[in-house]
């Protein structure tokens, strides 16, 4: 039991750091929704997309090769030599990225920024930050410094907002916001460098087993463009289709929805390299019984967040954002949990293609939940605006969870407990009623609200035996620890 235990700390601490870091973005909404016009709120949402798709582009795949390889390195040389070895590689194509923006920044701001050249260039420098933080990053996951790893993701995220805030108070609008964000990753990369200096030391790589990353890596770069395409292009294409207003009006309700992404980043950051571990080590059974247990503690967090969000999406929006935004958006948050729960729940299935090399797999699921969701995207949008966005979101979602649970079954034996998702369904059911007797209009009565719902949820679903006493003695030892 203790690798289970083990194992959970981990994602609990990485948990608690991804809880912080969602949050983030809830205490960002009022600071830029009540400040800017929605114009300019769906510029920072097309920011942000854009920096993801740069850094997937950019990184070459290689981020994910660190994790693979470093995690089994047994000597000090090894790390350095696969560190820097991807470094050098990443600085070159992040710095070619960075300059070709800043110098098409003006085709670019008319094409996805409502014409702002001042944000695009802020942005090419940011690419190329944003870049080498994510291999730092992935050094920090790969010799499982976790700690470490959940102090910088908060610290980033939480200097960004009062960066953000400050300049957006002393009158520099959305290239304040994003220049605070800018600020933000630049403190971020010379704290994490520093710590990994001072950690590994510095060496000039021989780029050894470079083809080794690149034959791992690169194969995973079209199925991250494609899963980019899956997870914010929705962004992109209401922003051509529609304008950036109603990117401003769509993002706050998918920023609410994928609220339950807090859930599953923790186990995306820490399952991949223990489960490479025991894979590796011939222990299928603990790779089977991980993941069962996985799936199902998964689904008792995000089946009542998705009842939770879908029924306080409108209050929750009026509270944290305009009345205007949140009439054009509160729709969107079902649509958008329902379907991250899904994803979740693939995320989880999807890491036995991952243990197993089978990477070709993810690429041919992800290259066509691609093109369904753009066709998707072109058509619905075009009739019912961002609902239709909405729509396709979930739609796409529940396709990649029946894909990627086609295949993991194939390799691997996870069990699906039915009986506790109908359990927890009831449960959240219940916990719902709440809502008839009391609708929450201030920050102080949404926290009691959700705080009261969560009691509810949880002692129902102990009476109901949903969790049995042998994984109640486990969770307190977990918190004991």
């Known amino acids: 039991m203790s690798e289970y235990r083990l194992l959970a700390q981990r994602i609990g601490l990485i948990g608690l750091a991804n809880v912080l870091v969602n ?15 929605v114009e300019d709120y769906g510029i920072w949402a097309q920011v942000n997309v854009t920096i993801s798709l740069a850094s997937v582009v950019i990184c070459l795949g290689l981020s994910a ?9 047994s000597s000090r040389e090894e790390i350095q030599e696969c560190f820097y070895s991807i470094l050098a590689v990443v600085m070159l194509t992040g710095i070619s990225a960075m300059l070709l923006i800043f110098c098409l920044a003006e085709p670019i701001a008319r094409a996805l920024f409502n014409g702002n050249v001042a944000v695009t260039r802020a942005l090419s420098v940011i690419v190329f930050v944003d870049a080498i933080n994510g291999l730092l990053f992935s050094y920090y996951r790969a010799v499982q410094r976790m700690k470490l790893y959940a102090i910088f993701s908060v610290a980033v995220v939480y200097i960004t907002i009062v960066l953000a805030y400050c300049f957006v108070k002393l009158g520099y609008g959305v290239y304040g916001a994003v220049l605070g964000l800018a600020i933000s990753k630049v403190i971020a990369l010379a704290i994490m460098g520093i710590a990994l200096l001072r950690q590994v030391g510095f060496c000039r790589p021989a780029f050894r087993h470079l083809g080794t990353y690149f034959s791992f890596g690169l194969p995973i770069v079209p199925t991250a463009v494609f899963d980019w395409i899956v997870n914010s292009s929705d962004r992109y294409v209401i922003g051509i289709l529609l304008g950036t207003a109603w990117v401003g009006y769509y993002s706050p309700g998918y920023l609410l929805g994928s609220m339950i992404a807090m859930f599953v980043s923790p186990i995306a950051t820490v399952l991949p390299v223990a489960l490479c571990k025991y894979y590796d080590h011939g222990n299928i059974n603990v790779v089977e019984t991980i993941m069962s247990l ?19 999406s409108k209050p929750m929006l009026m509270i944290l954002s305009t009345p205007d935004i949140a009439e054009q958006s509160y729709l969107v948050t079902p649509f958008v949990a329902i379907g991250m729960l899904f994803m ?31 066709f998707l995207l072109l058509t619905l949008v075009q009739l019912a605006g961002v609902m239709g966005a909405a729509v ?24 699906l407990d039915y009986v506790f998702i109908l359990k927890s369904v009831l449960a959240s059911s219940i916990m719902s009623l ?21 009691l509810i949820y949880l002692l129902v679903i102990l009476m109901m035996n949903g969790i049995d006493k042998d994984e109640i003695k486990f969770i307190r030892s977990l918190l004991n620890a």
């Open 23 to 37: 949050l983030s973005g809830i205490f960002l909404l009022p600071i830029l929704t009540k400040s800017l016009p």
């Open 65 to 73: 090769s660190m994790v693979r390889f470093m995690a089994a390195a």
């Open 294 to 312: 996985t799936i199902k503690y998964l689904l008792a967090l995000t089946i009542p967040s998705v009842v939770g969000l879908s029924i306080l």
């Open 344 to 374: 979740g729940m693939a995320s989880v299935m999807s890491n036995v293609i991952y243990i197993v090399k089978k990477t070709s797999i993810s690429m041919k699921i992800s290259l066509m939940a691609a093109l369904i969701k753009l």
């Open 392 to 415: 396709a979101t979930l739609l796409i979602f529940l396709f990649i969870f029946m894909a990627n649970k086609h295949f993991a079954l194939i390799f691997l034996k996870i069990r």
């Open 434 to 454: 709440l809502i008839f007797f009391w609708m929450p209009n201030s920050l102080i009565e949404l926290l009691g609200y959700i705080l009261i719902s969560m």
